[in-house]
């Protein structure tokens, strides 16, 4: 198992460098399309992507499927359609395992819903290797969660929770007896920016649920949405002017708010707190914490933290093996004189692909890497059609500006056209912008099935 030194000669499997990349998230799937575009179309490297999905969905947008304000079907990329139009491959299966001395990626075999074989077990030999599965929400252990809670780490699971939703409200107006106390509560647990978004945006979406009518549910005195976090104020990564800003719009929402809330147990029936508080809801959504997949502990002696991210070097090098780059939220990496590691958002997986697509051409060149800088351009907060609030940074001499409403909406939403010109170019992007505009005066707001 041993680790290939600093100097390794590439090509090892071929005669063109073998460059993977395992993960087709916002930053994966970046990466390797520069990476095809540039080396893959000119004949210069084989470049390949695997992932245990067919499709690829900016993660941002889950919060937004959950409730039911976007048609998942609209943004979906095919990982096959976009392999053929920039010089790369795709391959289908989840990574299971890694073996550093012969270079080889291990996937488990695929399995249709009836359970027969789609792909066989496998093997994909590398020379350089990138790691960009991201990352998924951390139970902490806590009873309950994986029978009762639902996640919304990938799309299948933010439209399994759209359909409950939508289930419940359907449940609600047809039966017999009276709609009952807790019946149409959400509880979500975790008030970082996916659950604070989510439960603005569920206060919409339900009611506009509801608008086509089923008028047996009265939203104001049926539907309840609160929002449960340890830590002593919501967004408790973030500024606190942010905070504070998000506060007030969610009480002007009706949105319970609870912090210093410790959850000890979920049910089927709602979210049991430390000291015998209990908040009654017919739907858990999980969104506390984040931890790498298990399977990075089983990499063949890759250096994981408590978290199980990989540990990587300034240059986004696994500290056990330079051929091996991690980056995204799946990666852990202290920058020098730091506190705090890089955090896992967007714009963090942004830079490190665009960082990596030079180094990784500047290592097959034979010259030295050069160390990741983040920086970090601000955070924004997005309560769906009733307000964005966030900050800027770099104005001002080096400070931040605050922002809020229209400009702060568009703002985020210019973060999400950043990511589809880094795929498609600035001409596909208005295409579809302008398609997705029209198609939506034509459809109702919210999905209802």
Same mark, same amino acid.
Request: hydrophobic content about 40%; overall charge neutral; proline content about 5%.
């Given at each position: ?35 095809? &575009? ?13 992932? #245990? ?62 359970? *027969?074989?789609?792909?066989?077990? *496998?093997?994909?030999?590398?020379? =350089? ?8 929400? &951390? ?12 996640? =919304?780490? $990938? ?6 929770? &759209? ?16 709609? *009952? ?80 809330? #410790? ?34 502990? #089983? ?6 933290? #408590? ?37 896992? *958002? ?92 029209? $198609? ?10």
């Amino acid at each position: 198992m041993g680790s290939p030194g600093q100097n390794t000669v590439l090509a090892l499997s071929g005669t063109l460098p073998q460059i993977v990349v395992v993960g087709g998230g916002a930053g994966g799937l970046e990466l390797v399309t520069r990476l095809g &575009n540039k080396l893959g179309r000119r004949g210069q490297a084989n470049v390949t992507l695997i992932d #245990r999905a067919r499709t690829h969905l900016w993660k941002p947008l889950l919060h937004e499927i959950a409730a039911g304000s976007m048609d998942t079907g609209r943004h979906e990329l095919d990982y096959l359609a976009q392999a053929h139009w920039h010089g790369f491959r795709y391959r289908y299966g989840e990574m299971i395992g890694l073996d550093r001395a012969q270079r080889l990626v291990h996937l488990s075999s695929t399995h249709d819903d009836e359970r *027969r074989m789609i792909t066989p077990e *496998r093997s994909v030999p590398y020379d =350089l290797l990138v790691i960009a599965i991201g990352s998924e929400s &951390n139970d902490f252990g806590t009873p309950g969660v994986k029978e009762h809670a639902i996640t =919304l780490d $990938t799309p299948e699971e933010a439209a399994r929770f &759209n359909r409950r939703l939508v289930n419940a409200f359907l449940r609600a107006h047809t039966q017999h007896e009276a709609i *009952r106390p807790s019946q149409l509560h959400v509880a979500i647990v975790g008030a970082g920016a996916t659950g604070t978004e989510l439960s603005a945006e569920l206060h919409r979406t339900a009611r506009g649920v509801v608008a086509y009518g089923l008028d047996r549910i009265d939203p104001e005195k049926d539907i309840k949405i609160t929002l449960i976090d340890a830590a002593p104020r919501i967004l408790p990564a973030l500024p606190q002017r942010i905070a504070d800003a998000t506060m007030k719009i969610l009480k002007t929402l009706g949105v319970e708010v609870r912090t210093g809330a #410790r959850v000890m147990q979920v049910r089927a029936d709602g979210v049991e707190l430390v000291g015998d508080d209990f908040i009654p809801s017919e739907l858990v959504v999980w969104a506390a914490g984040v931890r790498g997949p298990d399977v990075l502990q #089983r990499l063949d002696g890759l250096e994981v933290t #408590r978290s199980s991210q990989l540990v990587v070097t300034p240059m986004l090098q696994t500290t056990r093996d330079p051929n091996i780059f991690a980056m995204g939220d799946c990666a852990w990496l202290l920058p020098e004189g730091a506190t705090q590691a890089i955090p896992p *958002r967007a714009q963090a997986a942004h830079q490190e692909a665009s960082h990596l697509y030079r180094q990784i051409r500047r290592k097959l060149d034979g010259r030295a890497l050069e160390p990741f800088v983040y920086k970090d351009f601000g955070s924004l907060v997005s309560l769906g059609e009733y307000s964005t609030v966030g900050s800027l940074m770099g104005f001002l001499a080096g400070r931040s500006l605050f922002i809020e409403g229209y400009f702060a909406r568009l703002t985020y939403r210019s973060l999400y056209k950043m990511h589809e010109i880094a795929l498609h170019g600035w001409t596909k992007v208005g295409l579809d912008t302008l398609s997705r505009a029209l $198609t939506r005066r034509t459809e109702p707001q919210v999905k209802l099935h």
